[in-house]
């Protein structure tokens, strides 16, 4: 999986929207860019996936980049629960053993002041 | 919906015990997997399998041993522990390999090898 590269830290106000960047200029064009995120002392979550559209659903929304070298994870109104660690990962879809796997890195630690 | 089930949450060994992680998920996935996460970094795949009587290594199998007798569980088995073992061991699954789907975690198991 291509390598992405993210802030190890930001902050949130409370009921404000939160942009969470993503860089990945060496993405192919078969990598999908995923989200996961982790809740203290919980197993990662889904969050959101996307190829070359913006994507929402009820957690979030991805913009993607027109180049698809950056991406932003949008929570639209953040909460005391949305405090966890974001990981942007890229997927390969050329198949082989590496497909398998979600390839974390150290990935964005997100607090939210009340 | 119990989703992915890990037991045990905390477990404390001594160097050269040995010990089985338990995973059993109820959503009929064929792809299971499992991840270690030392602390402050993201998960390293361990072994994964998909489906019953199939399985293959990870990023970091050594040190461990996985079965897949059935569709529902997927056992890690450490076999003689060491102090580099202590981490959180996280169970996965998925419904396929495809990289538009989403994993589906497991609460973790913390490890200390002492």
């Known amino acids: 999986d291509a390598k992405t590269t993210q802030p190890n830290s930001m902050e949130s106000n409370e009921e404000e929207p939160v942009h969470l960047p993503c860089n990945h200029s060496?993405?192919?064009?078969?990598?999908?860019i995923h989200w996961y995120r982790q809740l203290p002392s919980q197993g990662p979550e889904y969050v959101i996936h996307g190829l070359t559209s913006n994507v929402n659903n009820r957690m979030a929304s991805l913009a993607i980049a027109e180049d698809r070298k950056s991406s932003t994870l949008i929570l639209h109104r953040a909460t005391l629960r949305d405090a966890a660690v974001y990981y942007c990962?890229?997927?390969?879809?050329?198949?082989?053993?590496?497909?398998?796997?979600?390839?974390f890195g150290k990935g964005t630690k997100l607090s939210v002041i009340p | 919906n119990a989703g992915v089930t890990q037991t045990p949450k905390f477990r404390i060994l001594k160097i050269g015990q040995s010990m089985t992680l338990q995973c059993t998920q109820d959503m009929n996935h064929n792809y299971m997997y499992w991840y270690r996460q030392d602390p402050g970094m993201g998960l390293k795949l361990i072994y994964y399998?998909?489906?019953?009587?199939?399985?293959d290594k990870g990023e970091v199998p050594n040190g461990y041993n996985v079965s897949r007798s059935t569709t529902e569980d997927f056992p890690l088995r450490l076999e003689l522990a060491a102090p580099s073992q202590t981490s959180v061991y996280f169970c996965a699954s998925s419904r396929g390999q495809g990289v538009w789907t989403e994993a589906f975690f497991g609460q973790g198991t913390r490890l200390t090898v002492v």
């Open positions: 060496t993405i192919s064009g078969t990598d999908y």
């Open positions: 399998s998909v489906g019953a009587g199939i399985t």
């Open positions: 990962i890229l997927r390969d879809n050329e198949g082989g053993a590496g497909s398998y796997q979600l390839t």
